[in-house]
């Protein structure tokens, strides 16, 4: 199995930036596909994006395609988002999640290993 902690979350402006990471323990990260997704109060995990095992394939969502970017260095064990040209509405909880599956996937339900979120709040 594999545990996953998230950081980089905070507060900042719309149009800012800011970079997640999540840092893998247990098993070799590059054995498994990552994605981040993200909930917003109330609503339901929504998947923003996904890297495939060695990084070499990406899949964003339409929601943040050309603001948000993906990537994975397996010799640290860790997966980030780089997020820029913030807007409110990318309020929300990110979390990290890792696959058992051999491509990208965006449904929640593949997934097998989450973390525990971290906070990205973006004001106007």
Avoid at 80 to 96: G, H, R
């Amino acid at each position: 199995q594999v545990q996953l902690v998230e950081s980089g979350g905070g507060l900042v402006q719309a149009g800012g930036s800011l970079r997640l990471s999540c840092a893998a323990s247990g098993r070799t990260f590059g054995s498994y596909v990552a994605g981040w997704f993200r909930q917003a109060p109330g609503k339901g995990r929504e998947f923003v994006a996904g890297i495939s095992r060695n990084g070499g394939n990406t899949y964003s969502a339409d929601s943040v395609k050309g603001r948000f970017t993906i990537s994975r260095d397996n010799a640290k064990n860790t997966v980030y988002l780089q997020m820029n040209s913030l807007k409110p509405e990318d309020t929300a909880v990110y979390y990290c999640a890792a696959s058992r599956r051999l491509v990208v996937i965006t449904t929640q339900g593949a997934y097998d290993y989450w973390g525990q979120g971290t906070q990205v709040t973006v004001s106007s």
